[in-house]
């Protein structure tokens, strides 16, 4: 199966989800989701609160596709979670 290329530019999508609960969906769920989409969600709960994900559907293309789970700024010593 050949994968689909129009664009190299990646399409921005995310947003921010404060409060006690939540959920995060990719653009075109249920559906599949652009090439190159480039996803950043921040979670912001009160202090001392945890932040508990739960995946339900998680469909990932093996060699293109990423999660990555960071406690605080996206840098490597934040990195919770690849």
């Not at 921010?16 to 769920?29: A, H, T």
């Not at 190159?36 to 945890?50: H, K, M, P, V």
């Not at 990932?60 to 919770?80: R, T």
């Amino acid at each position: 199966m050949s994968r689909k290329r129009y664009s190299k530019e990646a399409e921005s999508c995310g947003g921010v989800v404060q409060g006690l609960n939540g959920s995060i969906e990719s653009p075109g769920f249920p559906h599949g989701y652009p090439n190159y989409a480039n996803c950043t969600w921040l979670i912001i709960t009160g202090e001392r609160n945890r932040i508990q994900l739960s995946f339900v559907t998680l469909a990932l293309e093996e060699d293109f596709d990423i999660v990555s789970v960071y406690d605080g700024q996206p840098s490597p010593g934040n990195l919770k979670l690849k």
